[in-house]
Nanobody, 123 residues
Framework: VQLQASGGGLAQAGGSLRLSCAVS????????TGWFRQAPGKERELVAA????????YVADSVKGRFTISRDNAKSTVYLQMNSLKFEDTAVYYC?????????????????WGQGTQVTVSS
């Protein structure tokens, strides 16, 4: 299973970016997918997660109302739409996927990880 994240870059505060993560190797719809981020000197945190069908989502309180996670199972891609960006959103963003069945939500443990994409927000 391979995950390829893209879409990061430099944005001004108040601006928008959309991250994409293409997943290959197995049936995409068998994976729960998520986005994490890690800022310098901070622990990695779960930003958003989406269920296999896309019918259930989670976004962290710190980004609620500004970030939206979605997926296109036909394209084997998960997205993170980031609006109203803040300086504190600056981090490396990672997409992740996991096929294990779990009753907990949001899922916080993932088997497969992308390489990370840098998001830098200028204030």
């Amino acid at each position: 299973v391979q995950l390829q994240a893209s879409g990061g870059g430099l944005a001004q505060a108040g601006g928008s970016l959309r991250l994409s993560c293409a997943v290959s190797g197995r049936t995409f719809s068998s994976y729960v997918t998520g986005w994490f981020r890690q800022a310098p000197g901070k622990e990695r945190e779960l930003v958003a997660a989406i269920s296999r069908s896309g019918g259930r989502t989670y976004v962290a309180d710190s980004v609620k109302g500004r970030f939206t996670i979605s997926r296109d199972n036909a394209k084997s891609t998960v997205y993170l739409q980031m609006n109203s960006l803040k300086f504190e959103d600056t981090a490396v963003y990672y997409c992740a996927a996991d096929s294990r069945v779990s009753t907990s939500w949001p899922k916080k443990e993932y088997d497969y990880w992308g390489q990370g994409t840098q998001v830098t927000v200028s204030s």
